[in-house]
Each structure stands twice: as C-alpha cells, then as structure tokens.
C-alpha cells in the first residue's frame, strides 16, 4: 500500500473542486473535472481529476468499483476526443514520494502539443 491513505481535503485540487480558488476549465460533468496545469510542461497540458474524493490512483482502483473506474476513463478519452489530441499525447499519474505526486488528489496529466521525448530526463 502506498503511504498516501487518508484523504486530506485542505489540498489545493479539492479547493479547486469547490470553487475556492479559480482554474481554467477544460471539461466537467456529474463526476469529472478537468483544467489547465498552472505550470505546463507542454503546449497542452490539462490534468483530469475525478469529483469523488480519491488520494491516488492506488486508492481509485482499491477504494472504486468497476463502473466507476471505466466511466472514468471513458471520459478522459473523451477529453482527449474533445481537444483534438490527434498527433498523440501521454498519459502520466504520479502515485506517493518516489512517483513525485504533489497533489493528493487523484490526478491524470494530459500532455500534447508537441514531441514528448523520453518519459524521464
Ligand atoms: P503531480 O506532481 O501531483 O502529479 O502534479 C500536480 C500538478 O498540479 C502539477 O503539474 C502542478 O503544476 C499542478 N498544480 C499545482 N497547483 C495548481 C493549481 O493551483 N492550479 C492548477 N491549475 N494546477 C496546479
């Protein structure tokens, strides 16, 4: 198990989720959110967070159901669909200390827009 466990809702995604502080909007509906990272790593760079309060996803996929977990992805793929991502993009989740999550809130990182090169540096 990795060490992030307990939700903790002062982190910054969860304000965003409530409004508390702004960000720019990409796509939302009953269970999803998704916006522009405040500090891009690429010309497109959107993160994608579930509404459902989730430190990682080690515990979406140990705390969710199947439906909840497909329909997730489904709609990632949807915002990929919705902007256009046709050149390719990655797919990155960072999970606990040595994944180099920051947020723990459960958090996907779109990135496109140009040549990605090697995962890490
Ligand atoms: P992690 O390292 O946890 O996988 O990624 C966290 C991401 O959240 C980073 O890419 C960082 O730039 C982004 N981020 C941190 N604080 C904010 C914020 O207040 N607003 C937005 N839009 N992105 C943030």
């Known amino acids: 198990m990795i060490d992030i466990i ?3 809702d002062g982190n910054i995604f969860a304000k965003i989720l409530r409004n508390e502080i702004p960000s720019e ?8 959110y998704a916006f522009k990272d405040i500090r891009p790593q690429a010309p497109v760079h959107i993160l994608v967070i579930p509404k459902q309060k989730f430190c ?4 979406f996929v140990t705390r969710s159901n ?11 793929k949807k915002i990929i669909d919705q902007e256009n991502l046709i050149d390719g993009y990655r797919l ?6 040595r994944g180099g999550q920051e947020v723990p809130h459960l958090h996907f990182h ?3 827009g140009k040549l990605l090169g090697k995962i890490v540096p």
Do not use: M, P, R
């Open 92 to 97: 990155i989740t960072n999970i606990g200390k």
């Open 25 to 32: 909007k990409v796509y939302e509906d009953n269970n999803v």
């Open 6 to 8: 307990n939700y903790d």
């Open 66 to 76: 199947d439906k909840i977990i497909a329909s997730f992805f489904k709609t990632i």
């Open 110 to 112: 779109i990135l496109s």
């Open 56 to 59: 990682s996803f080690d515990d």
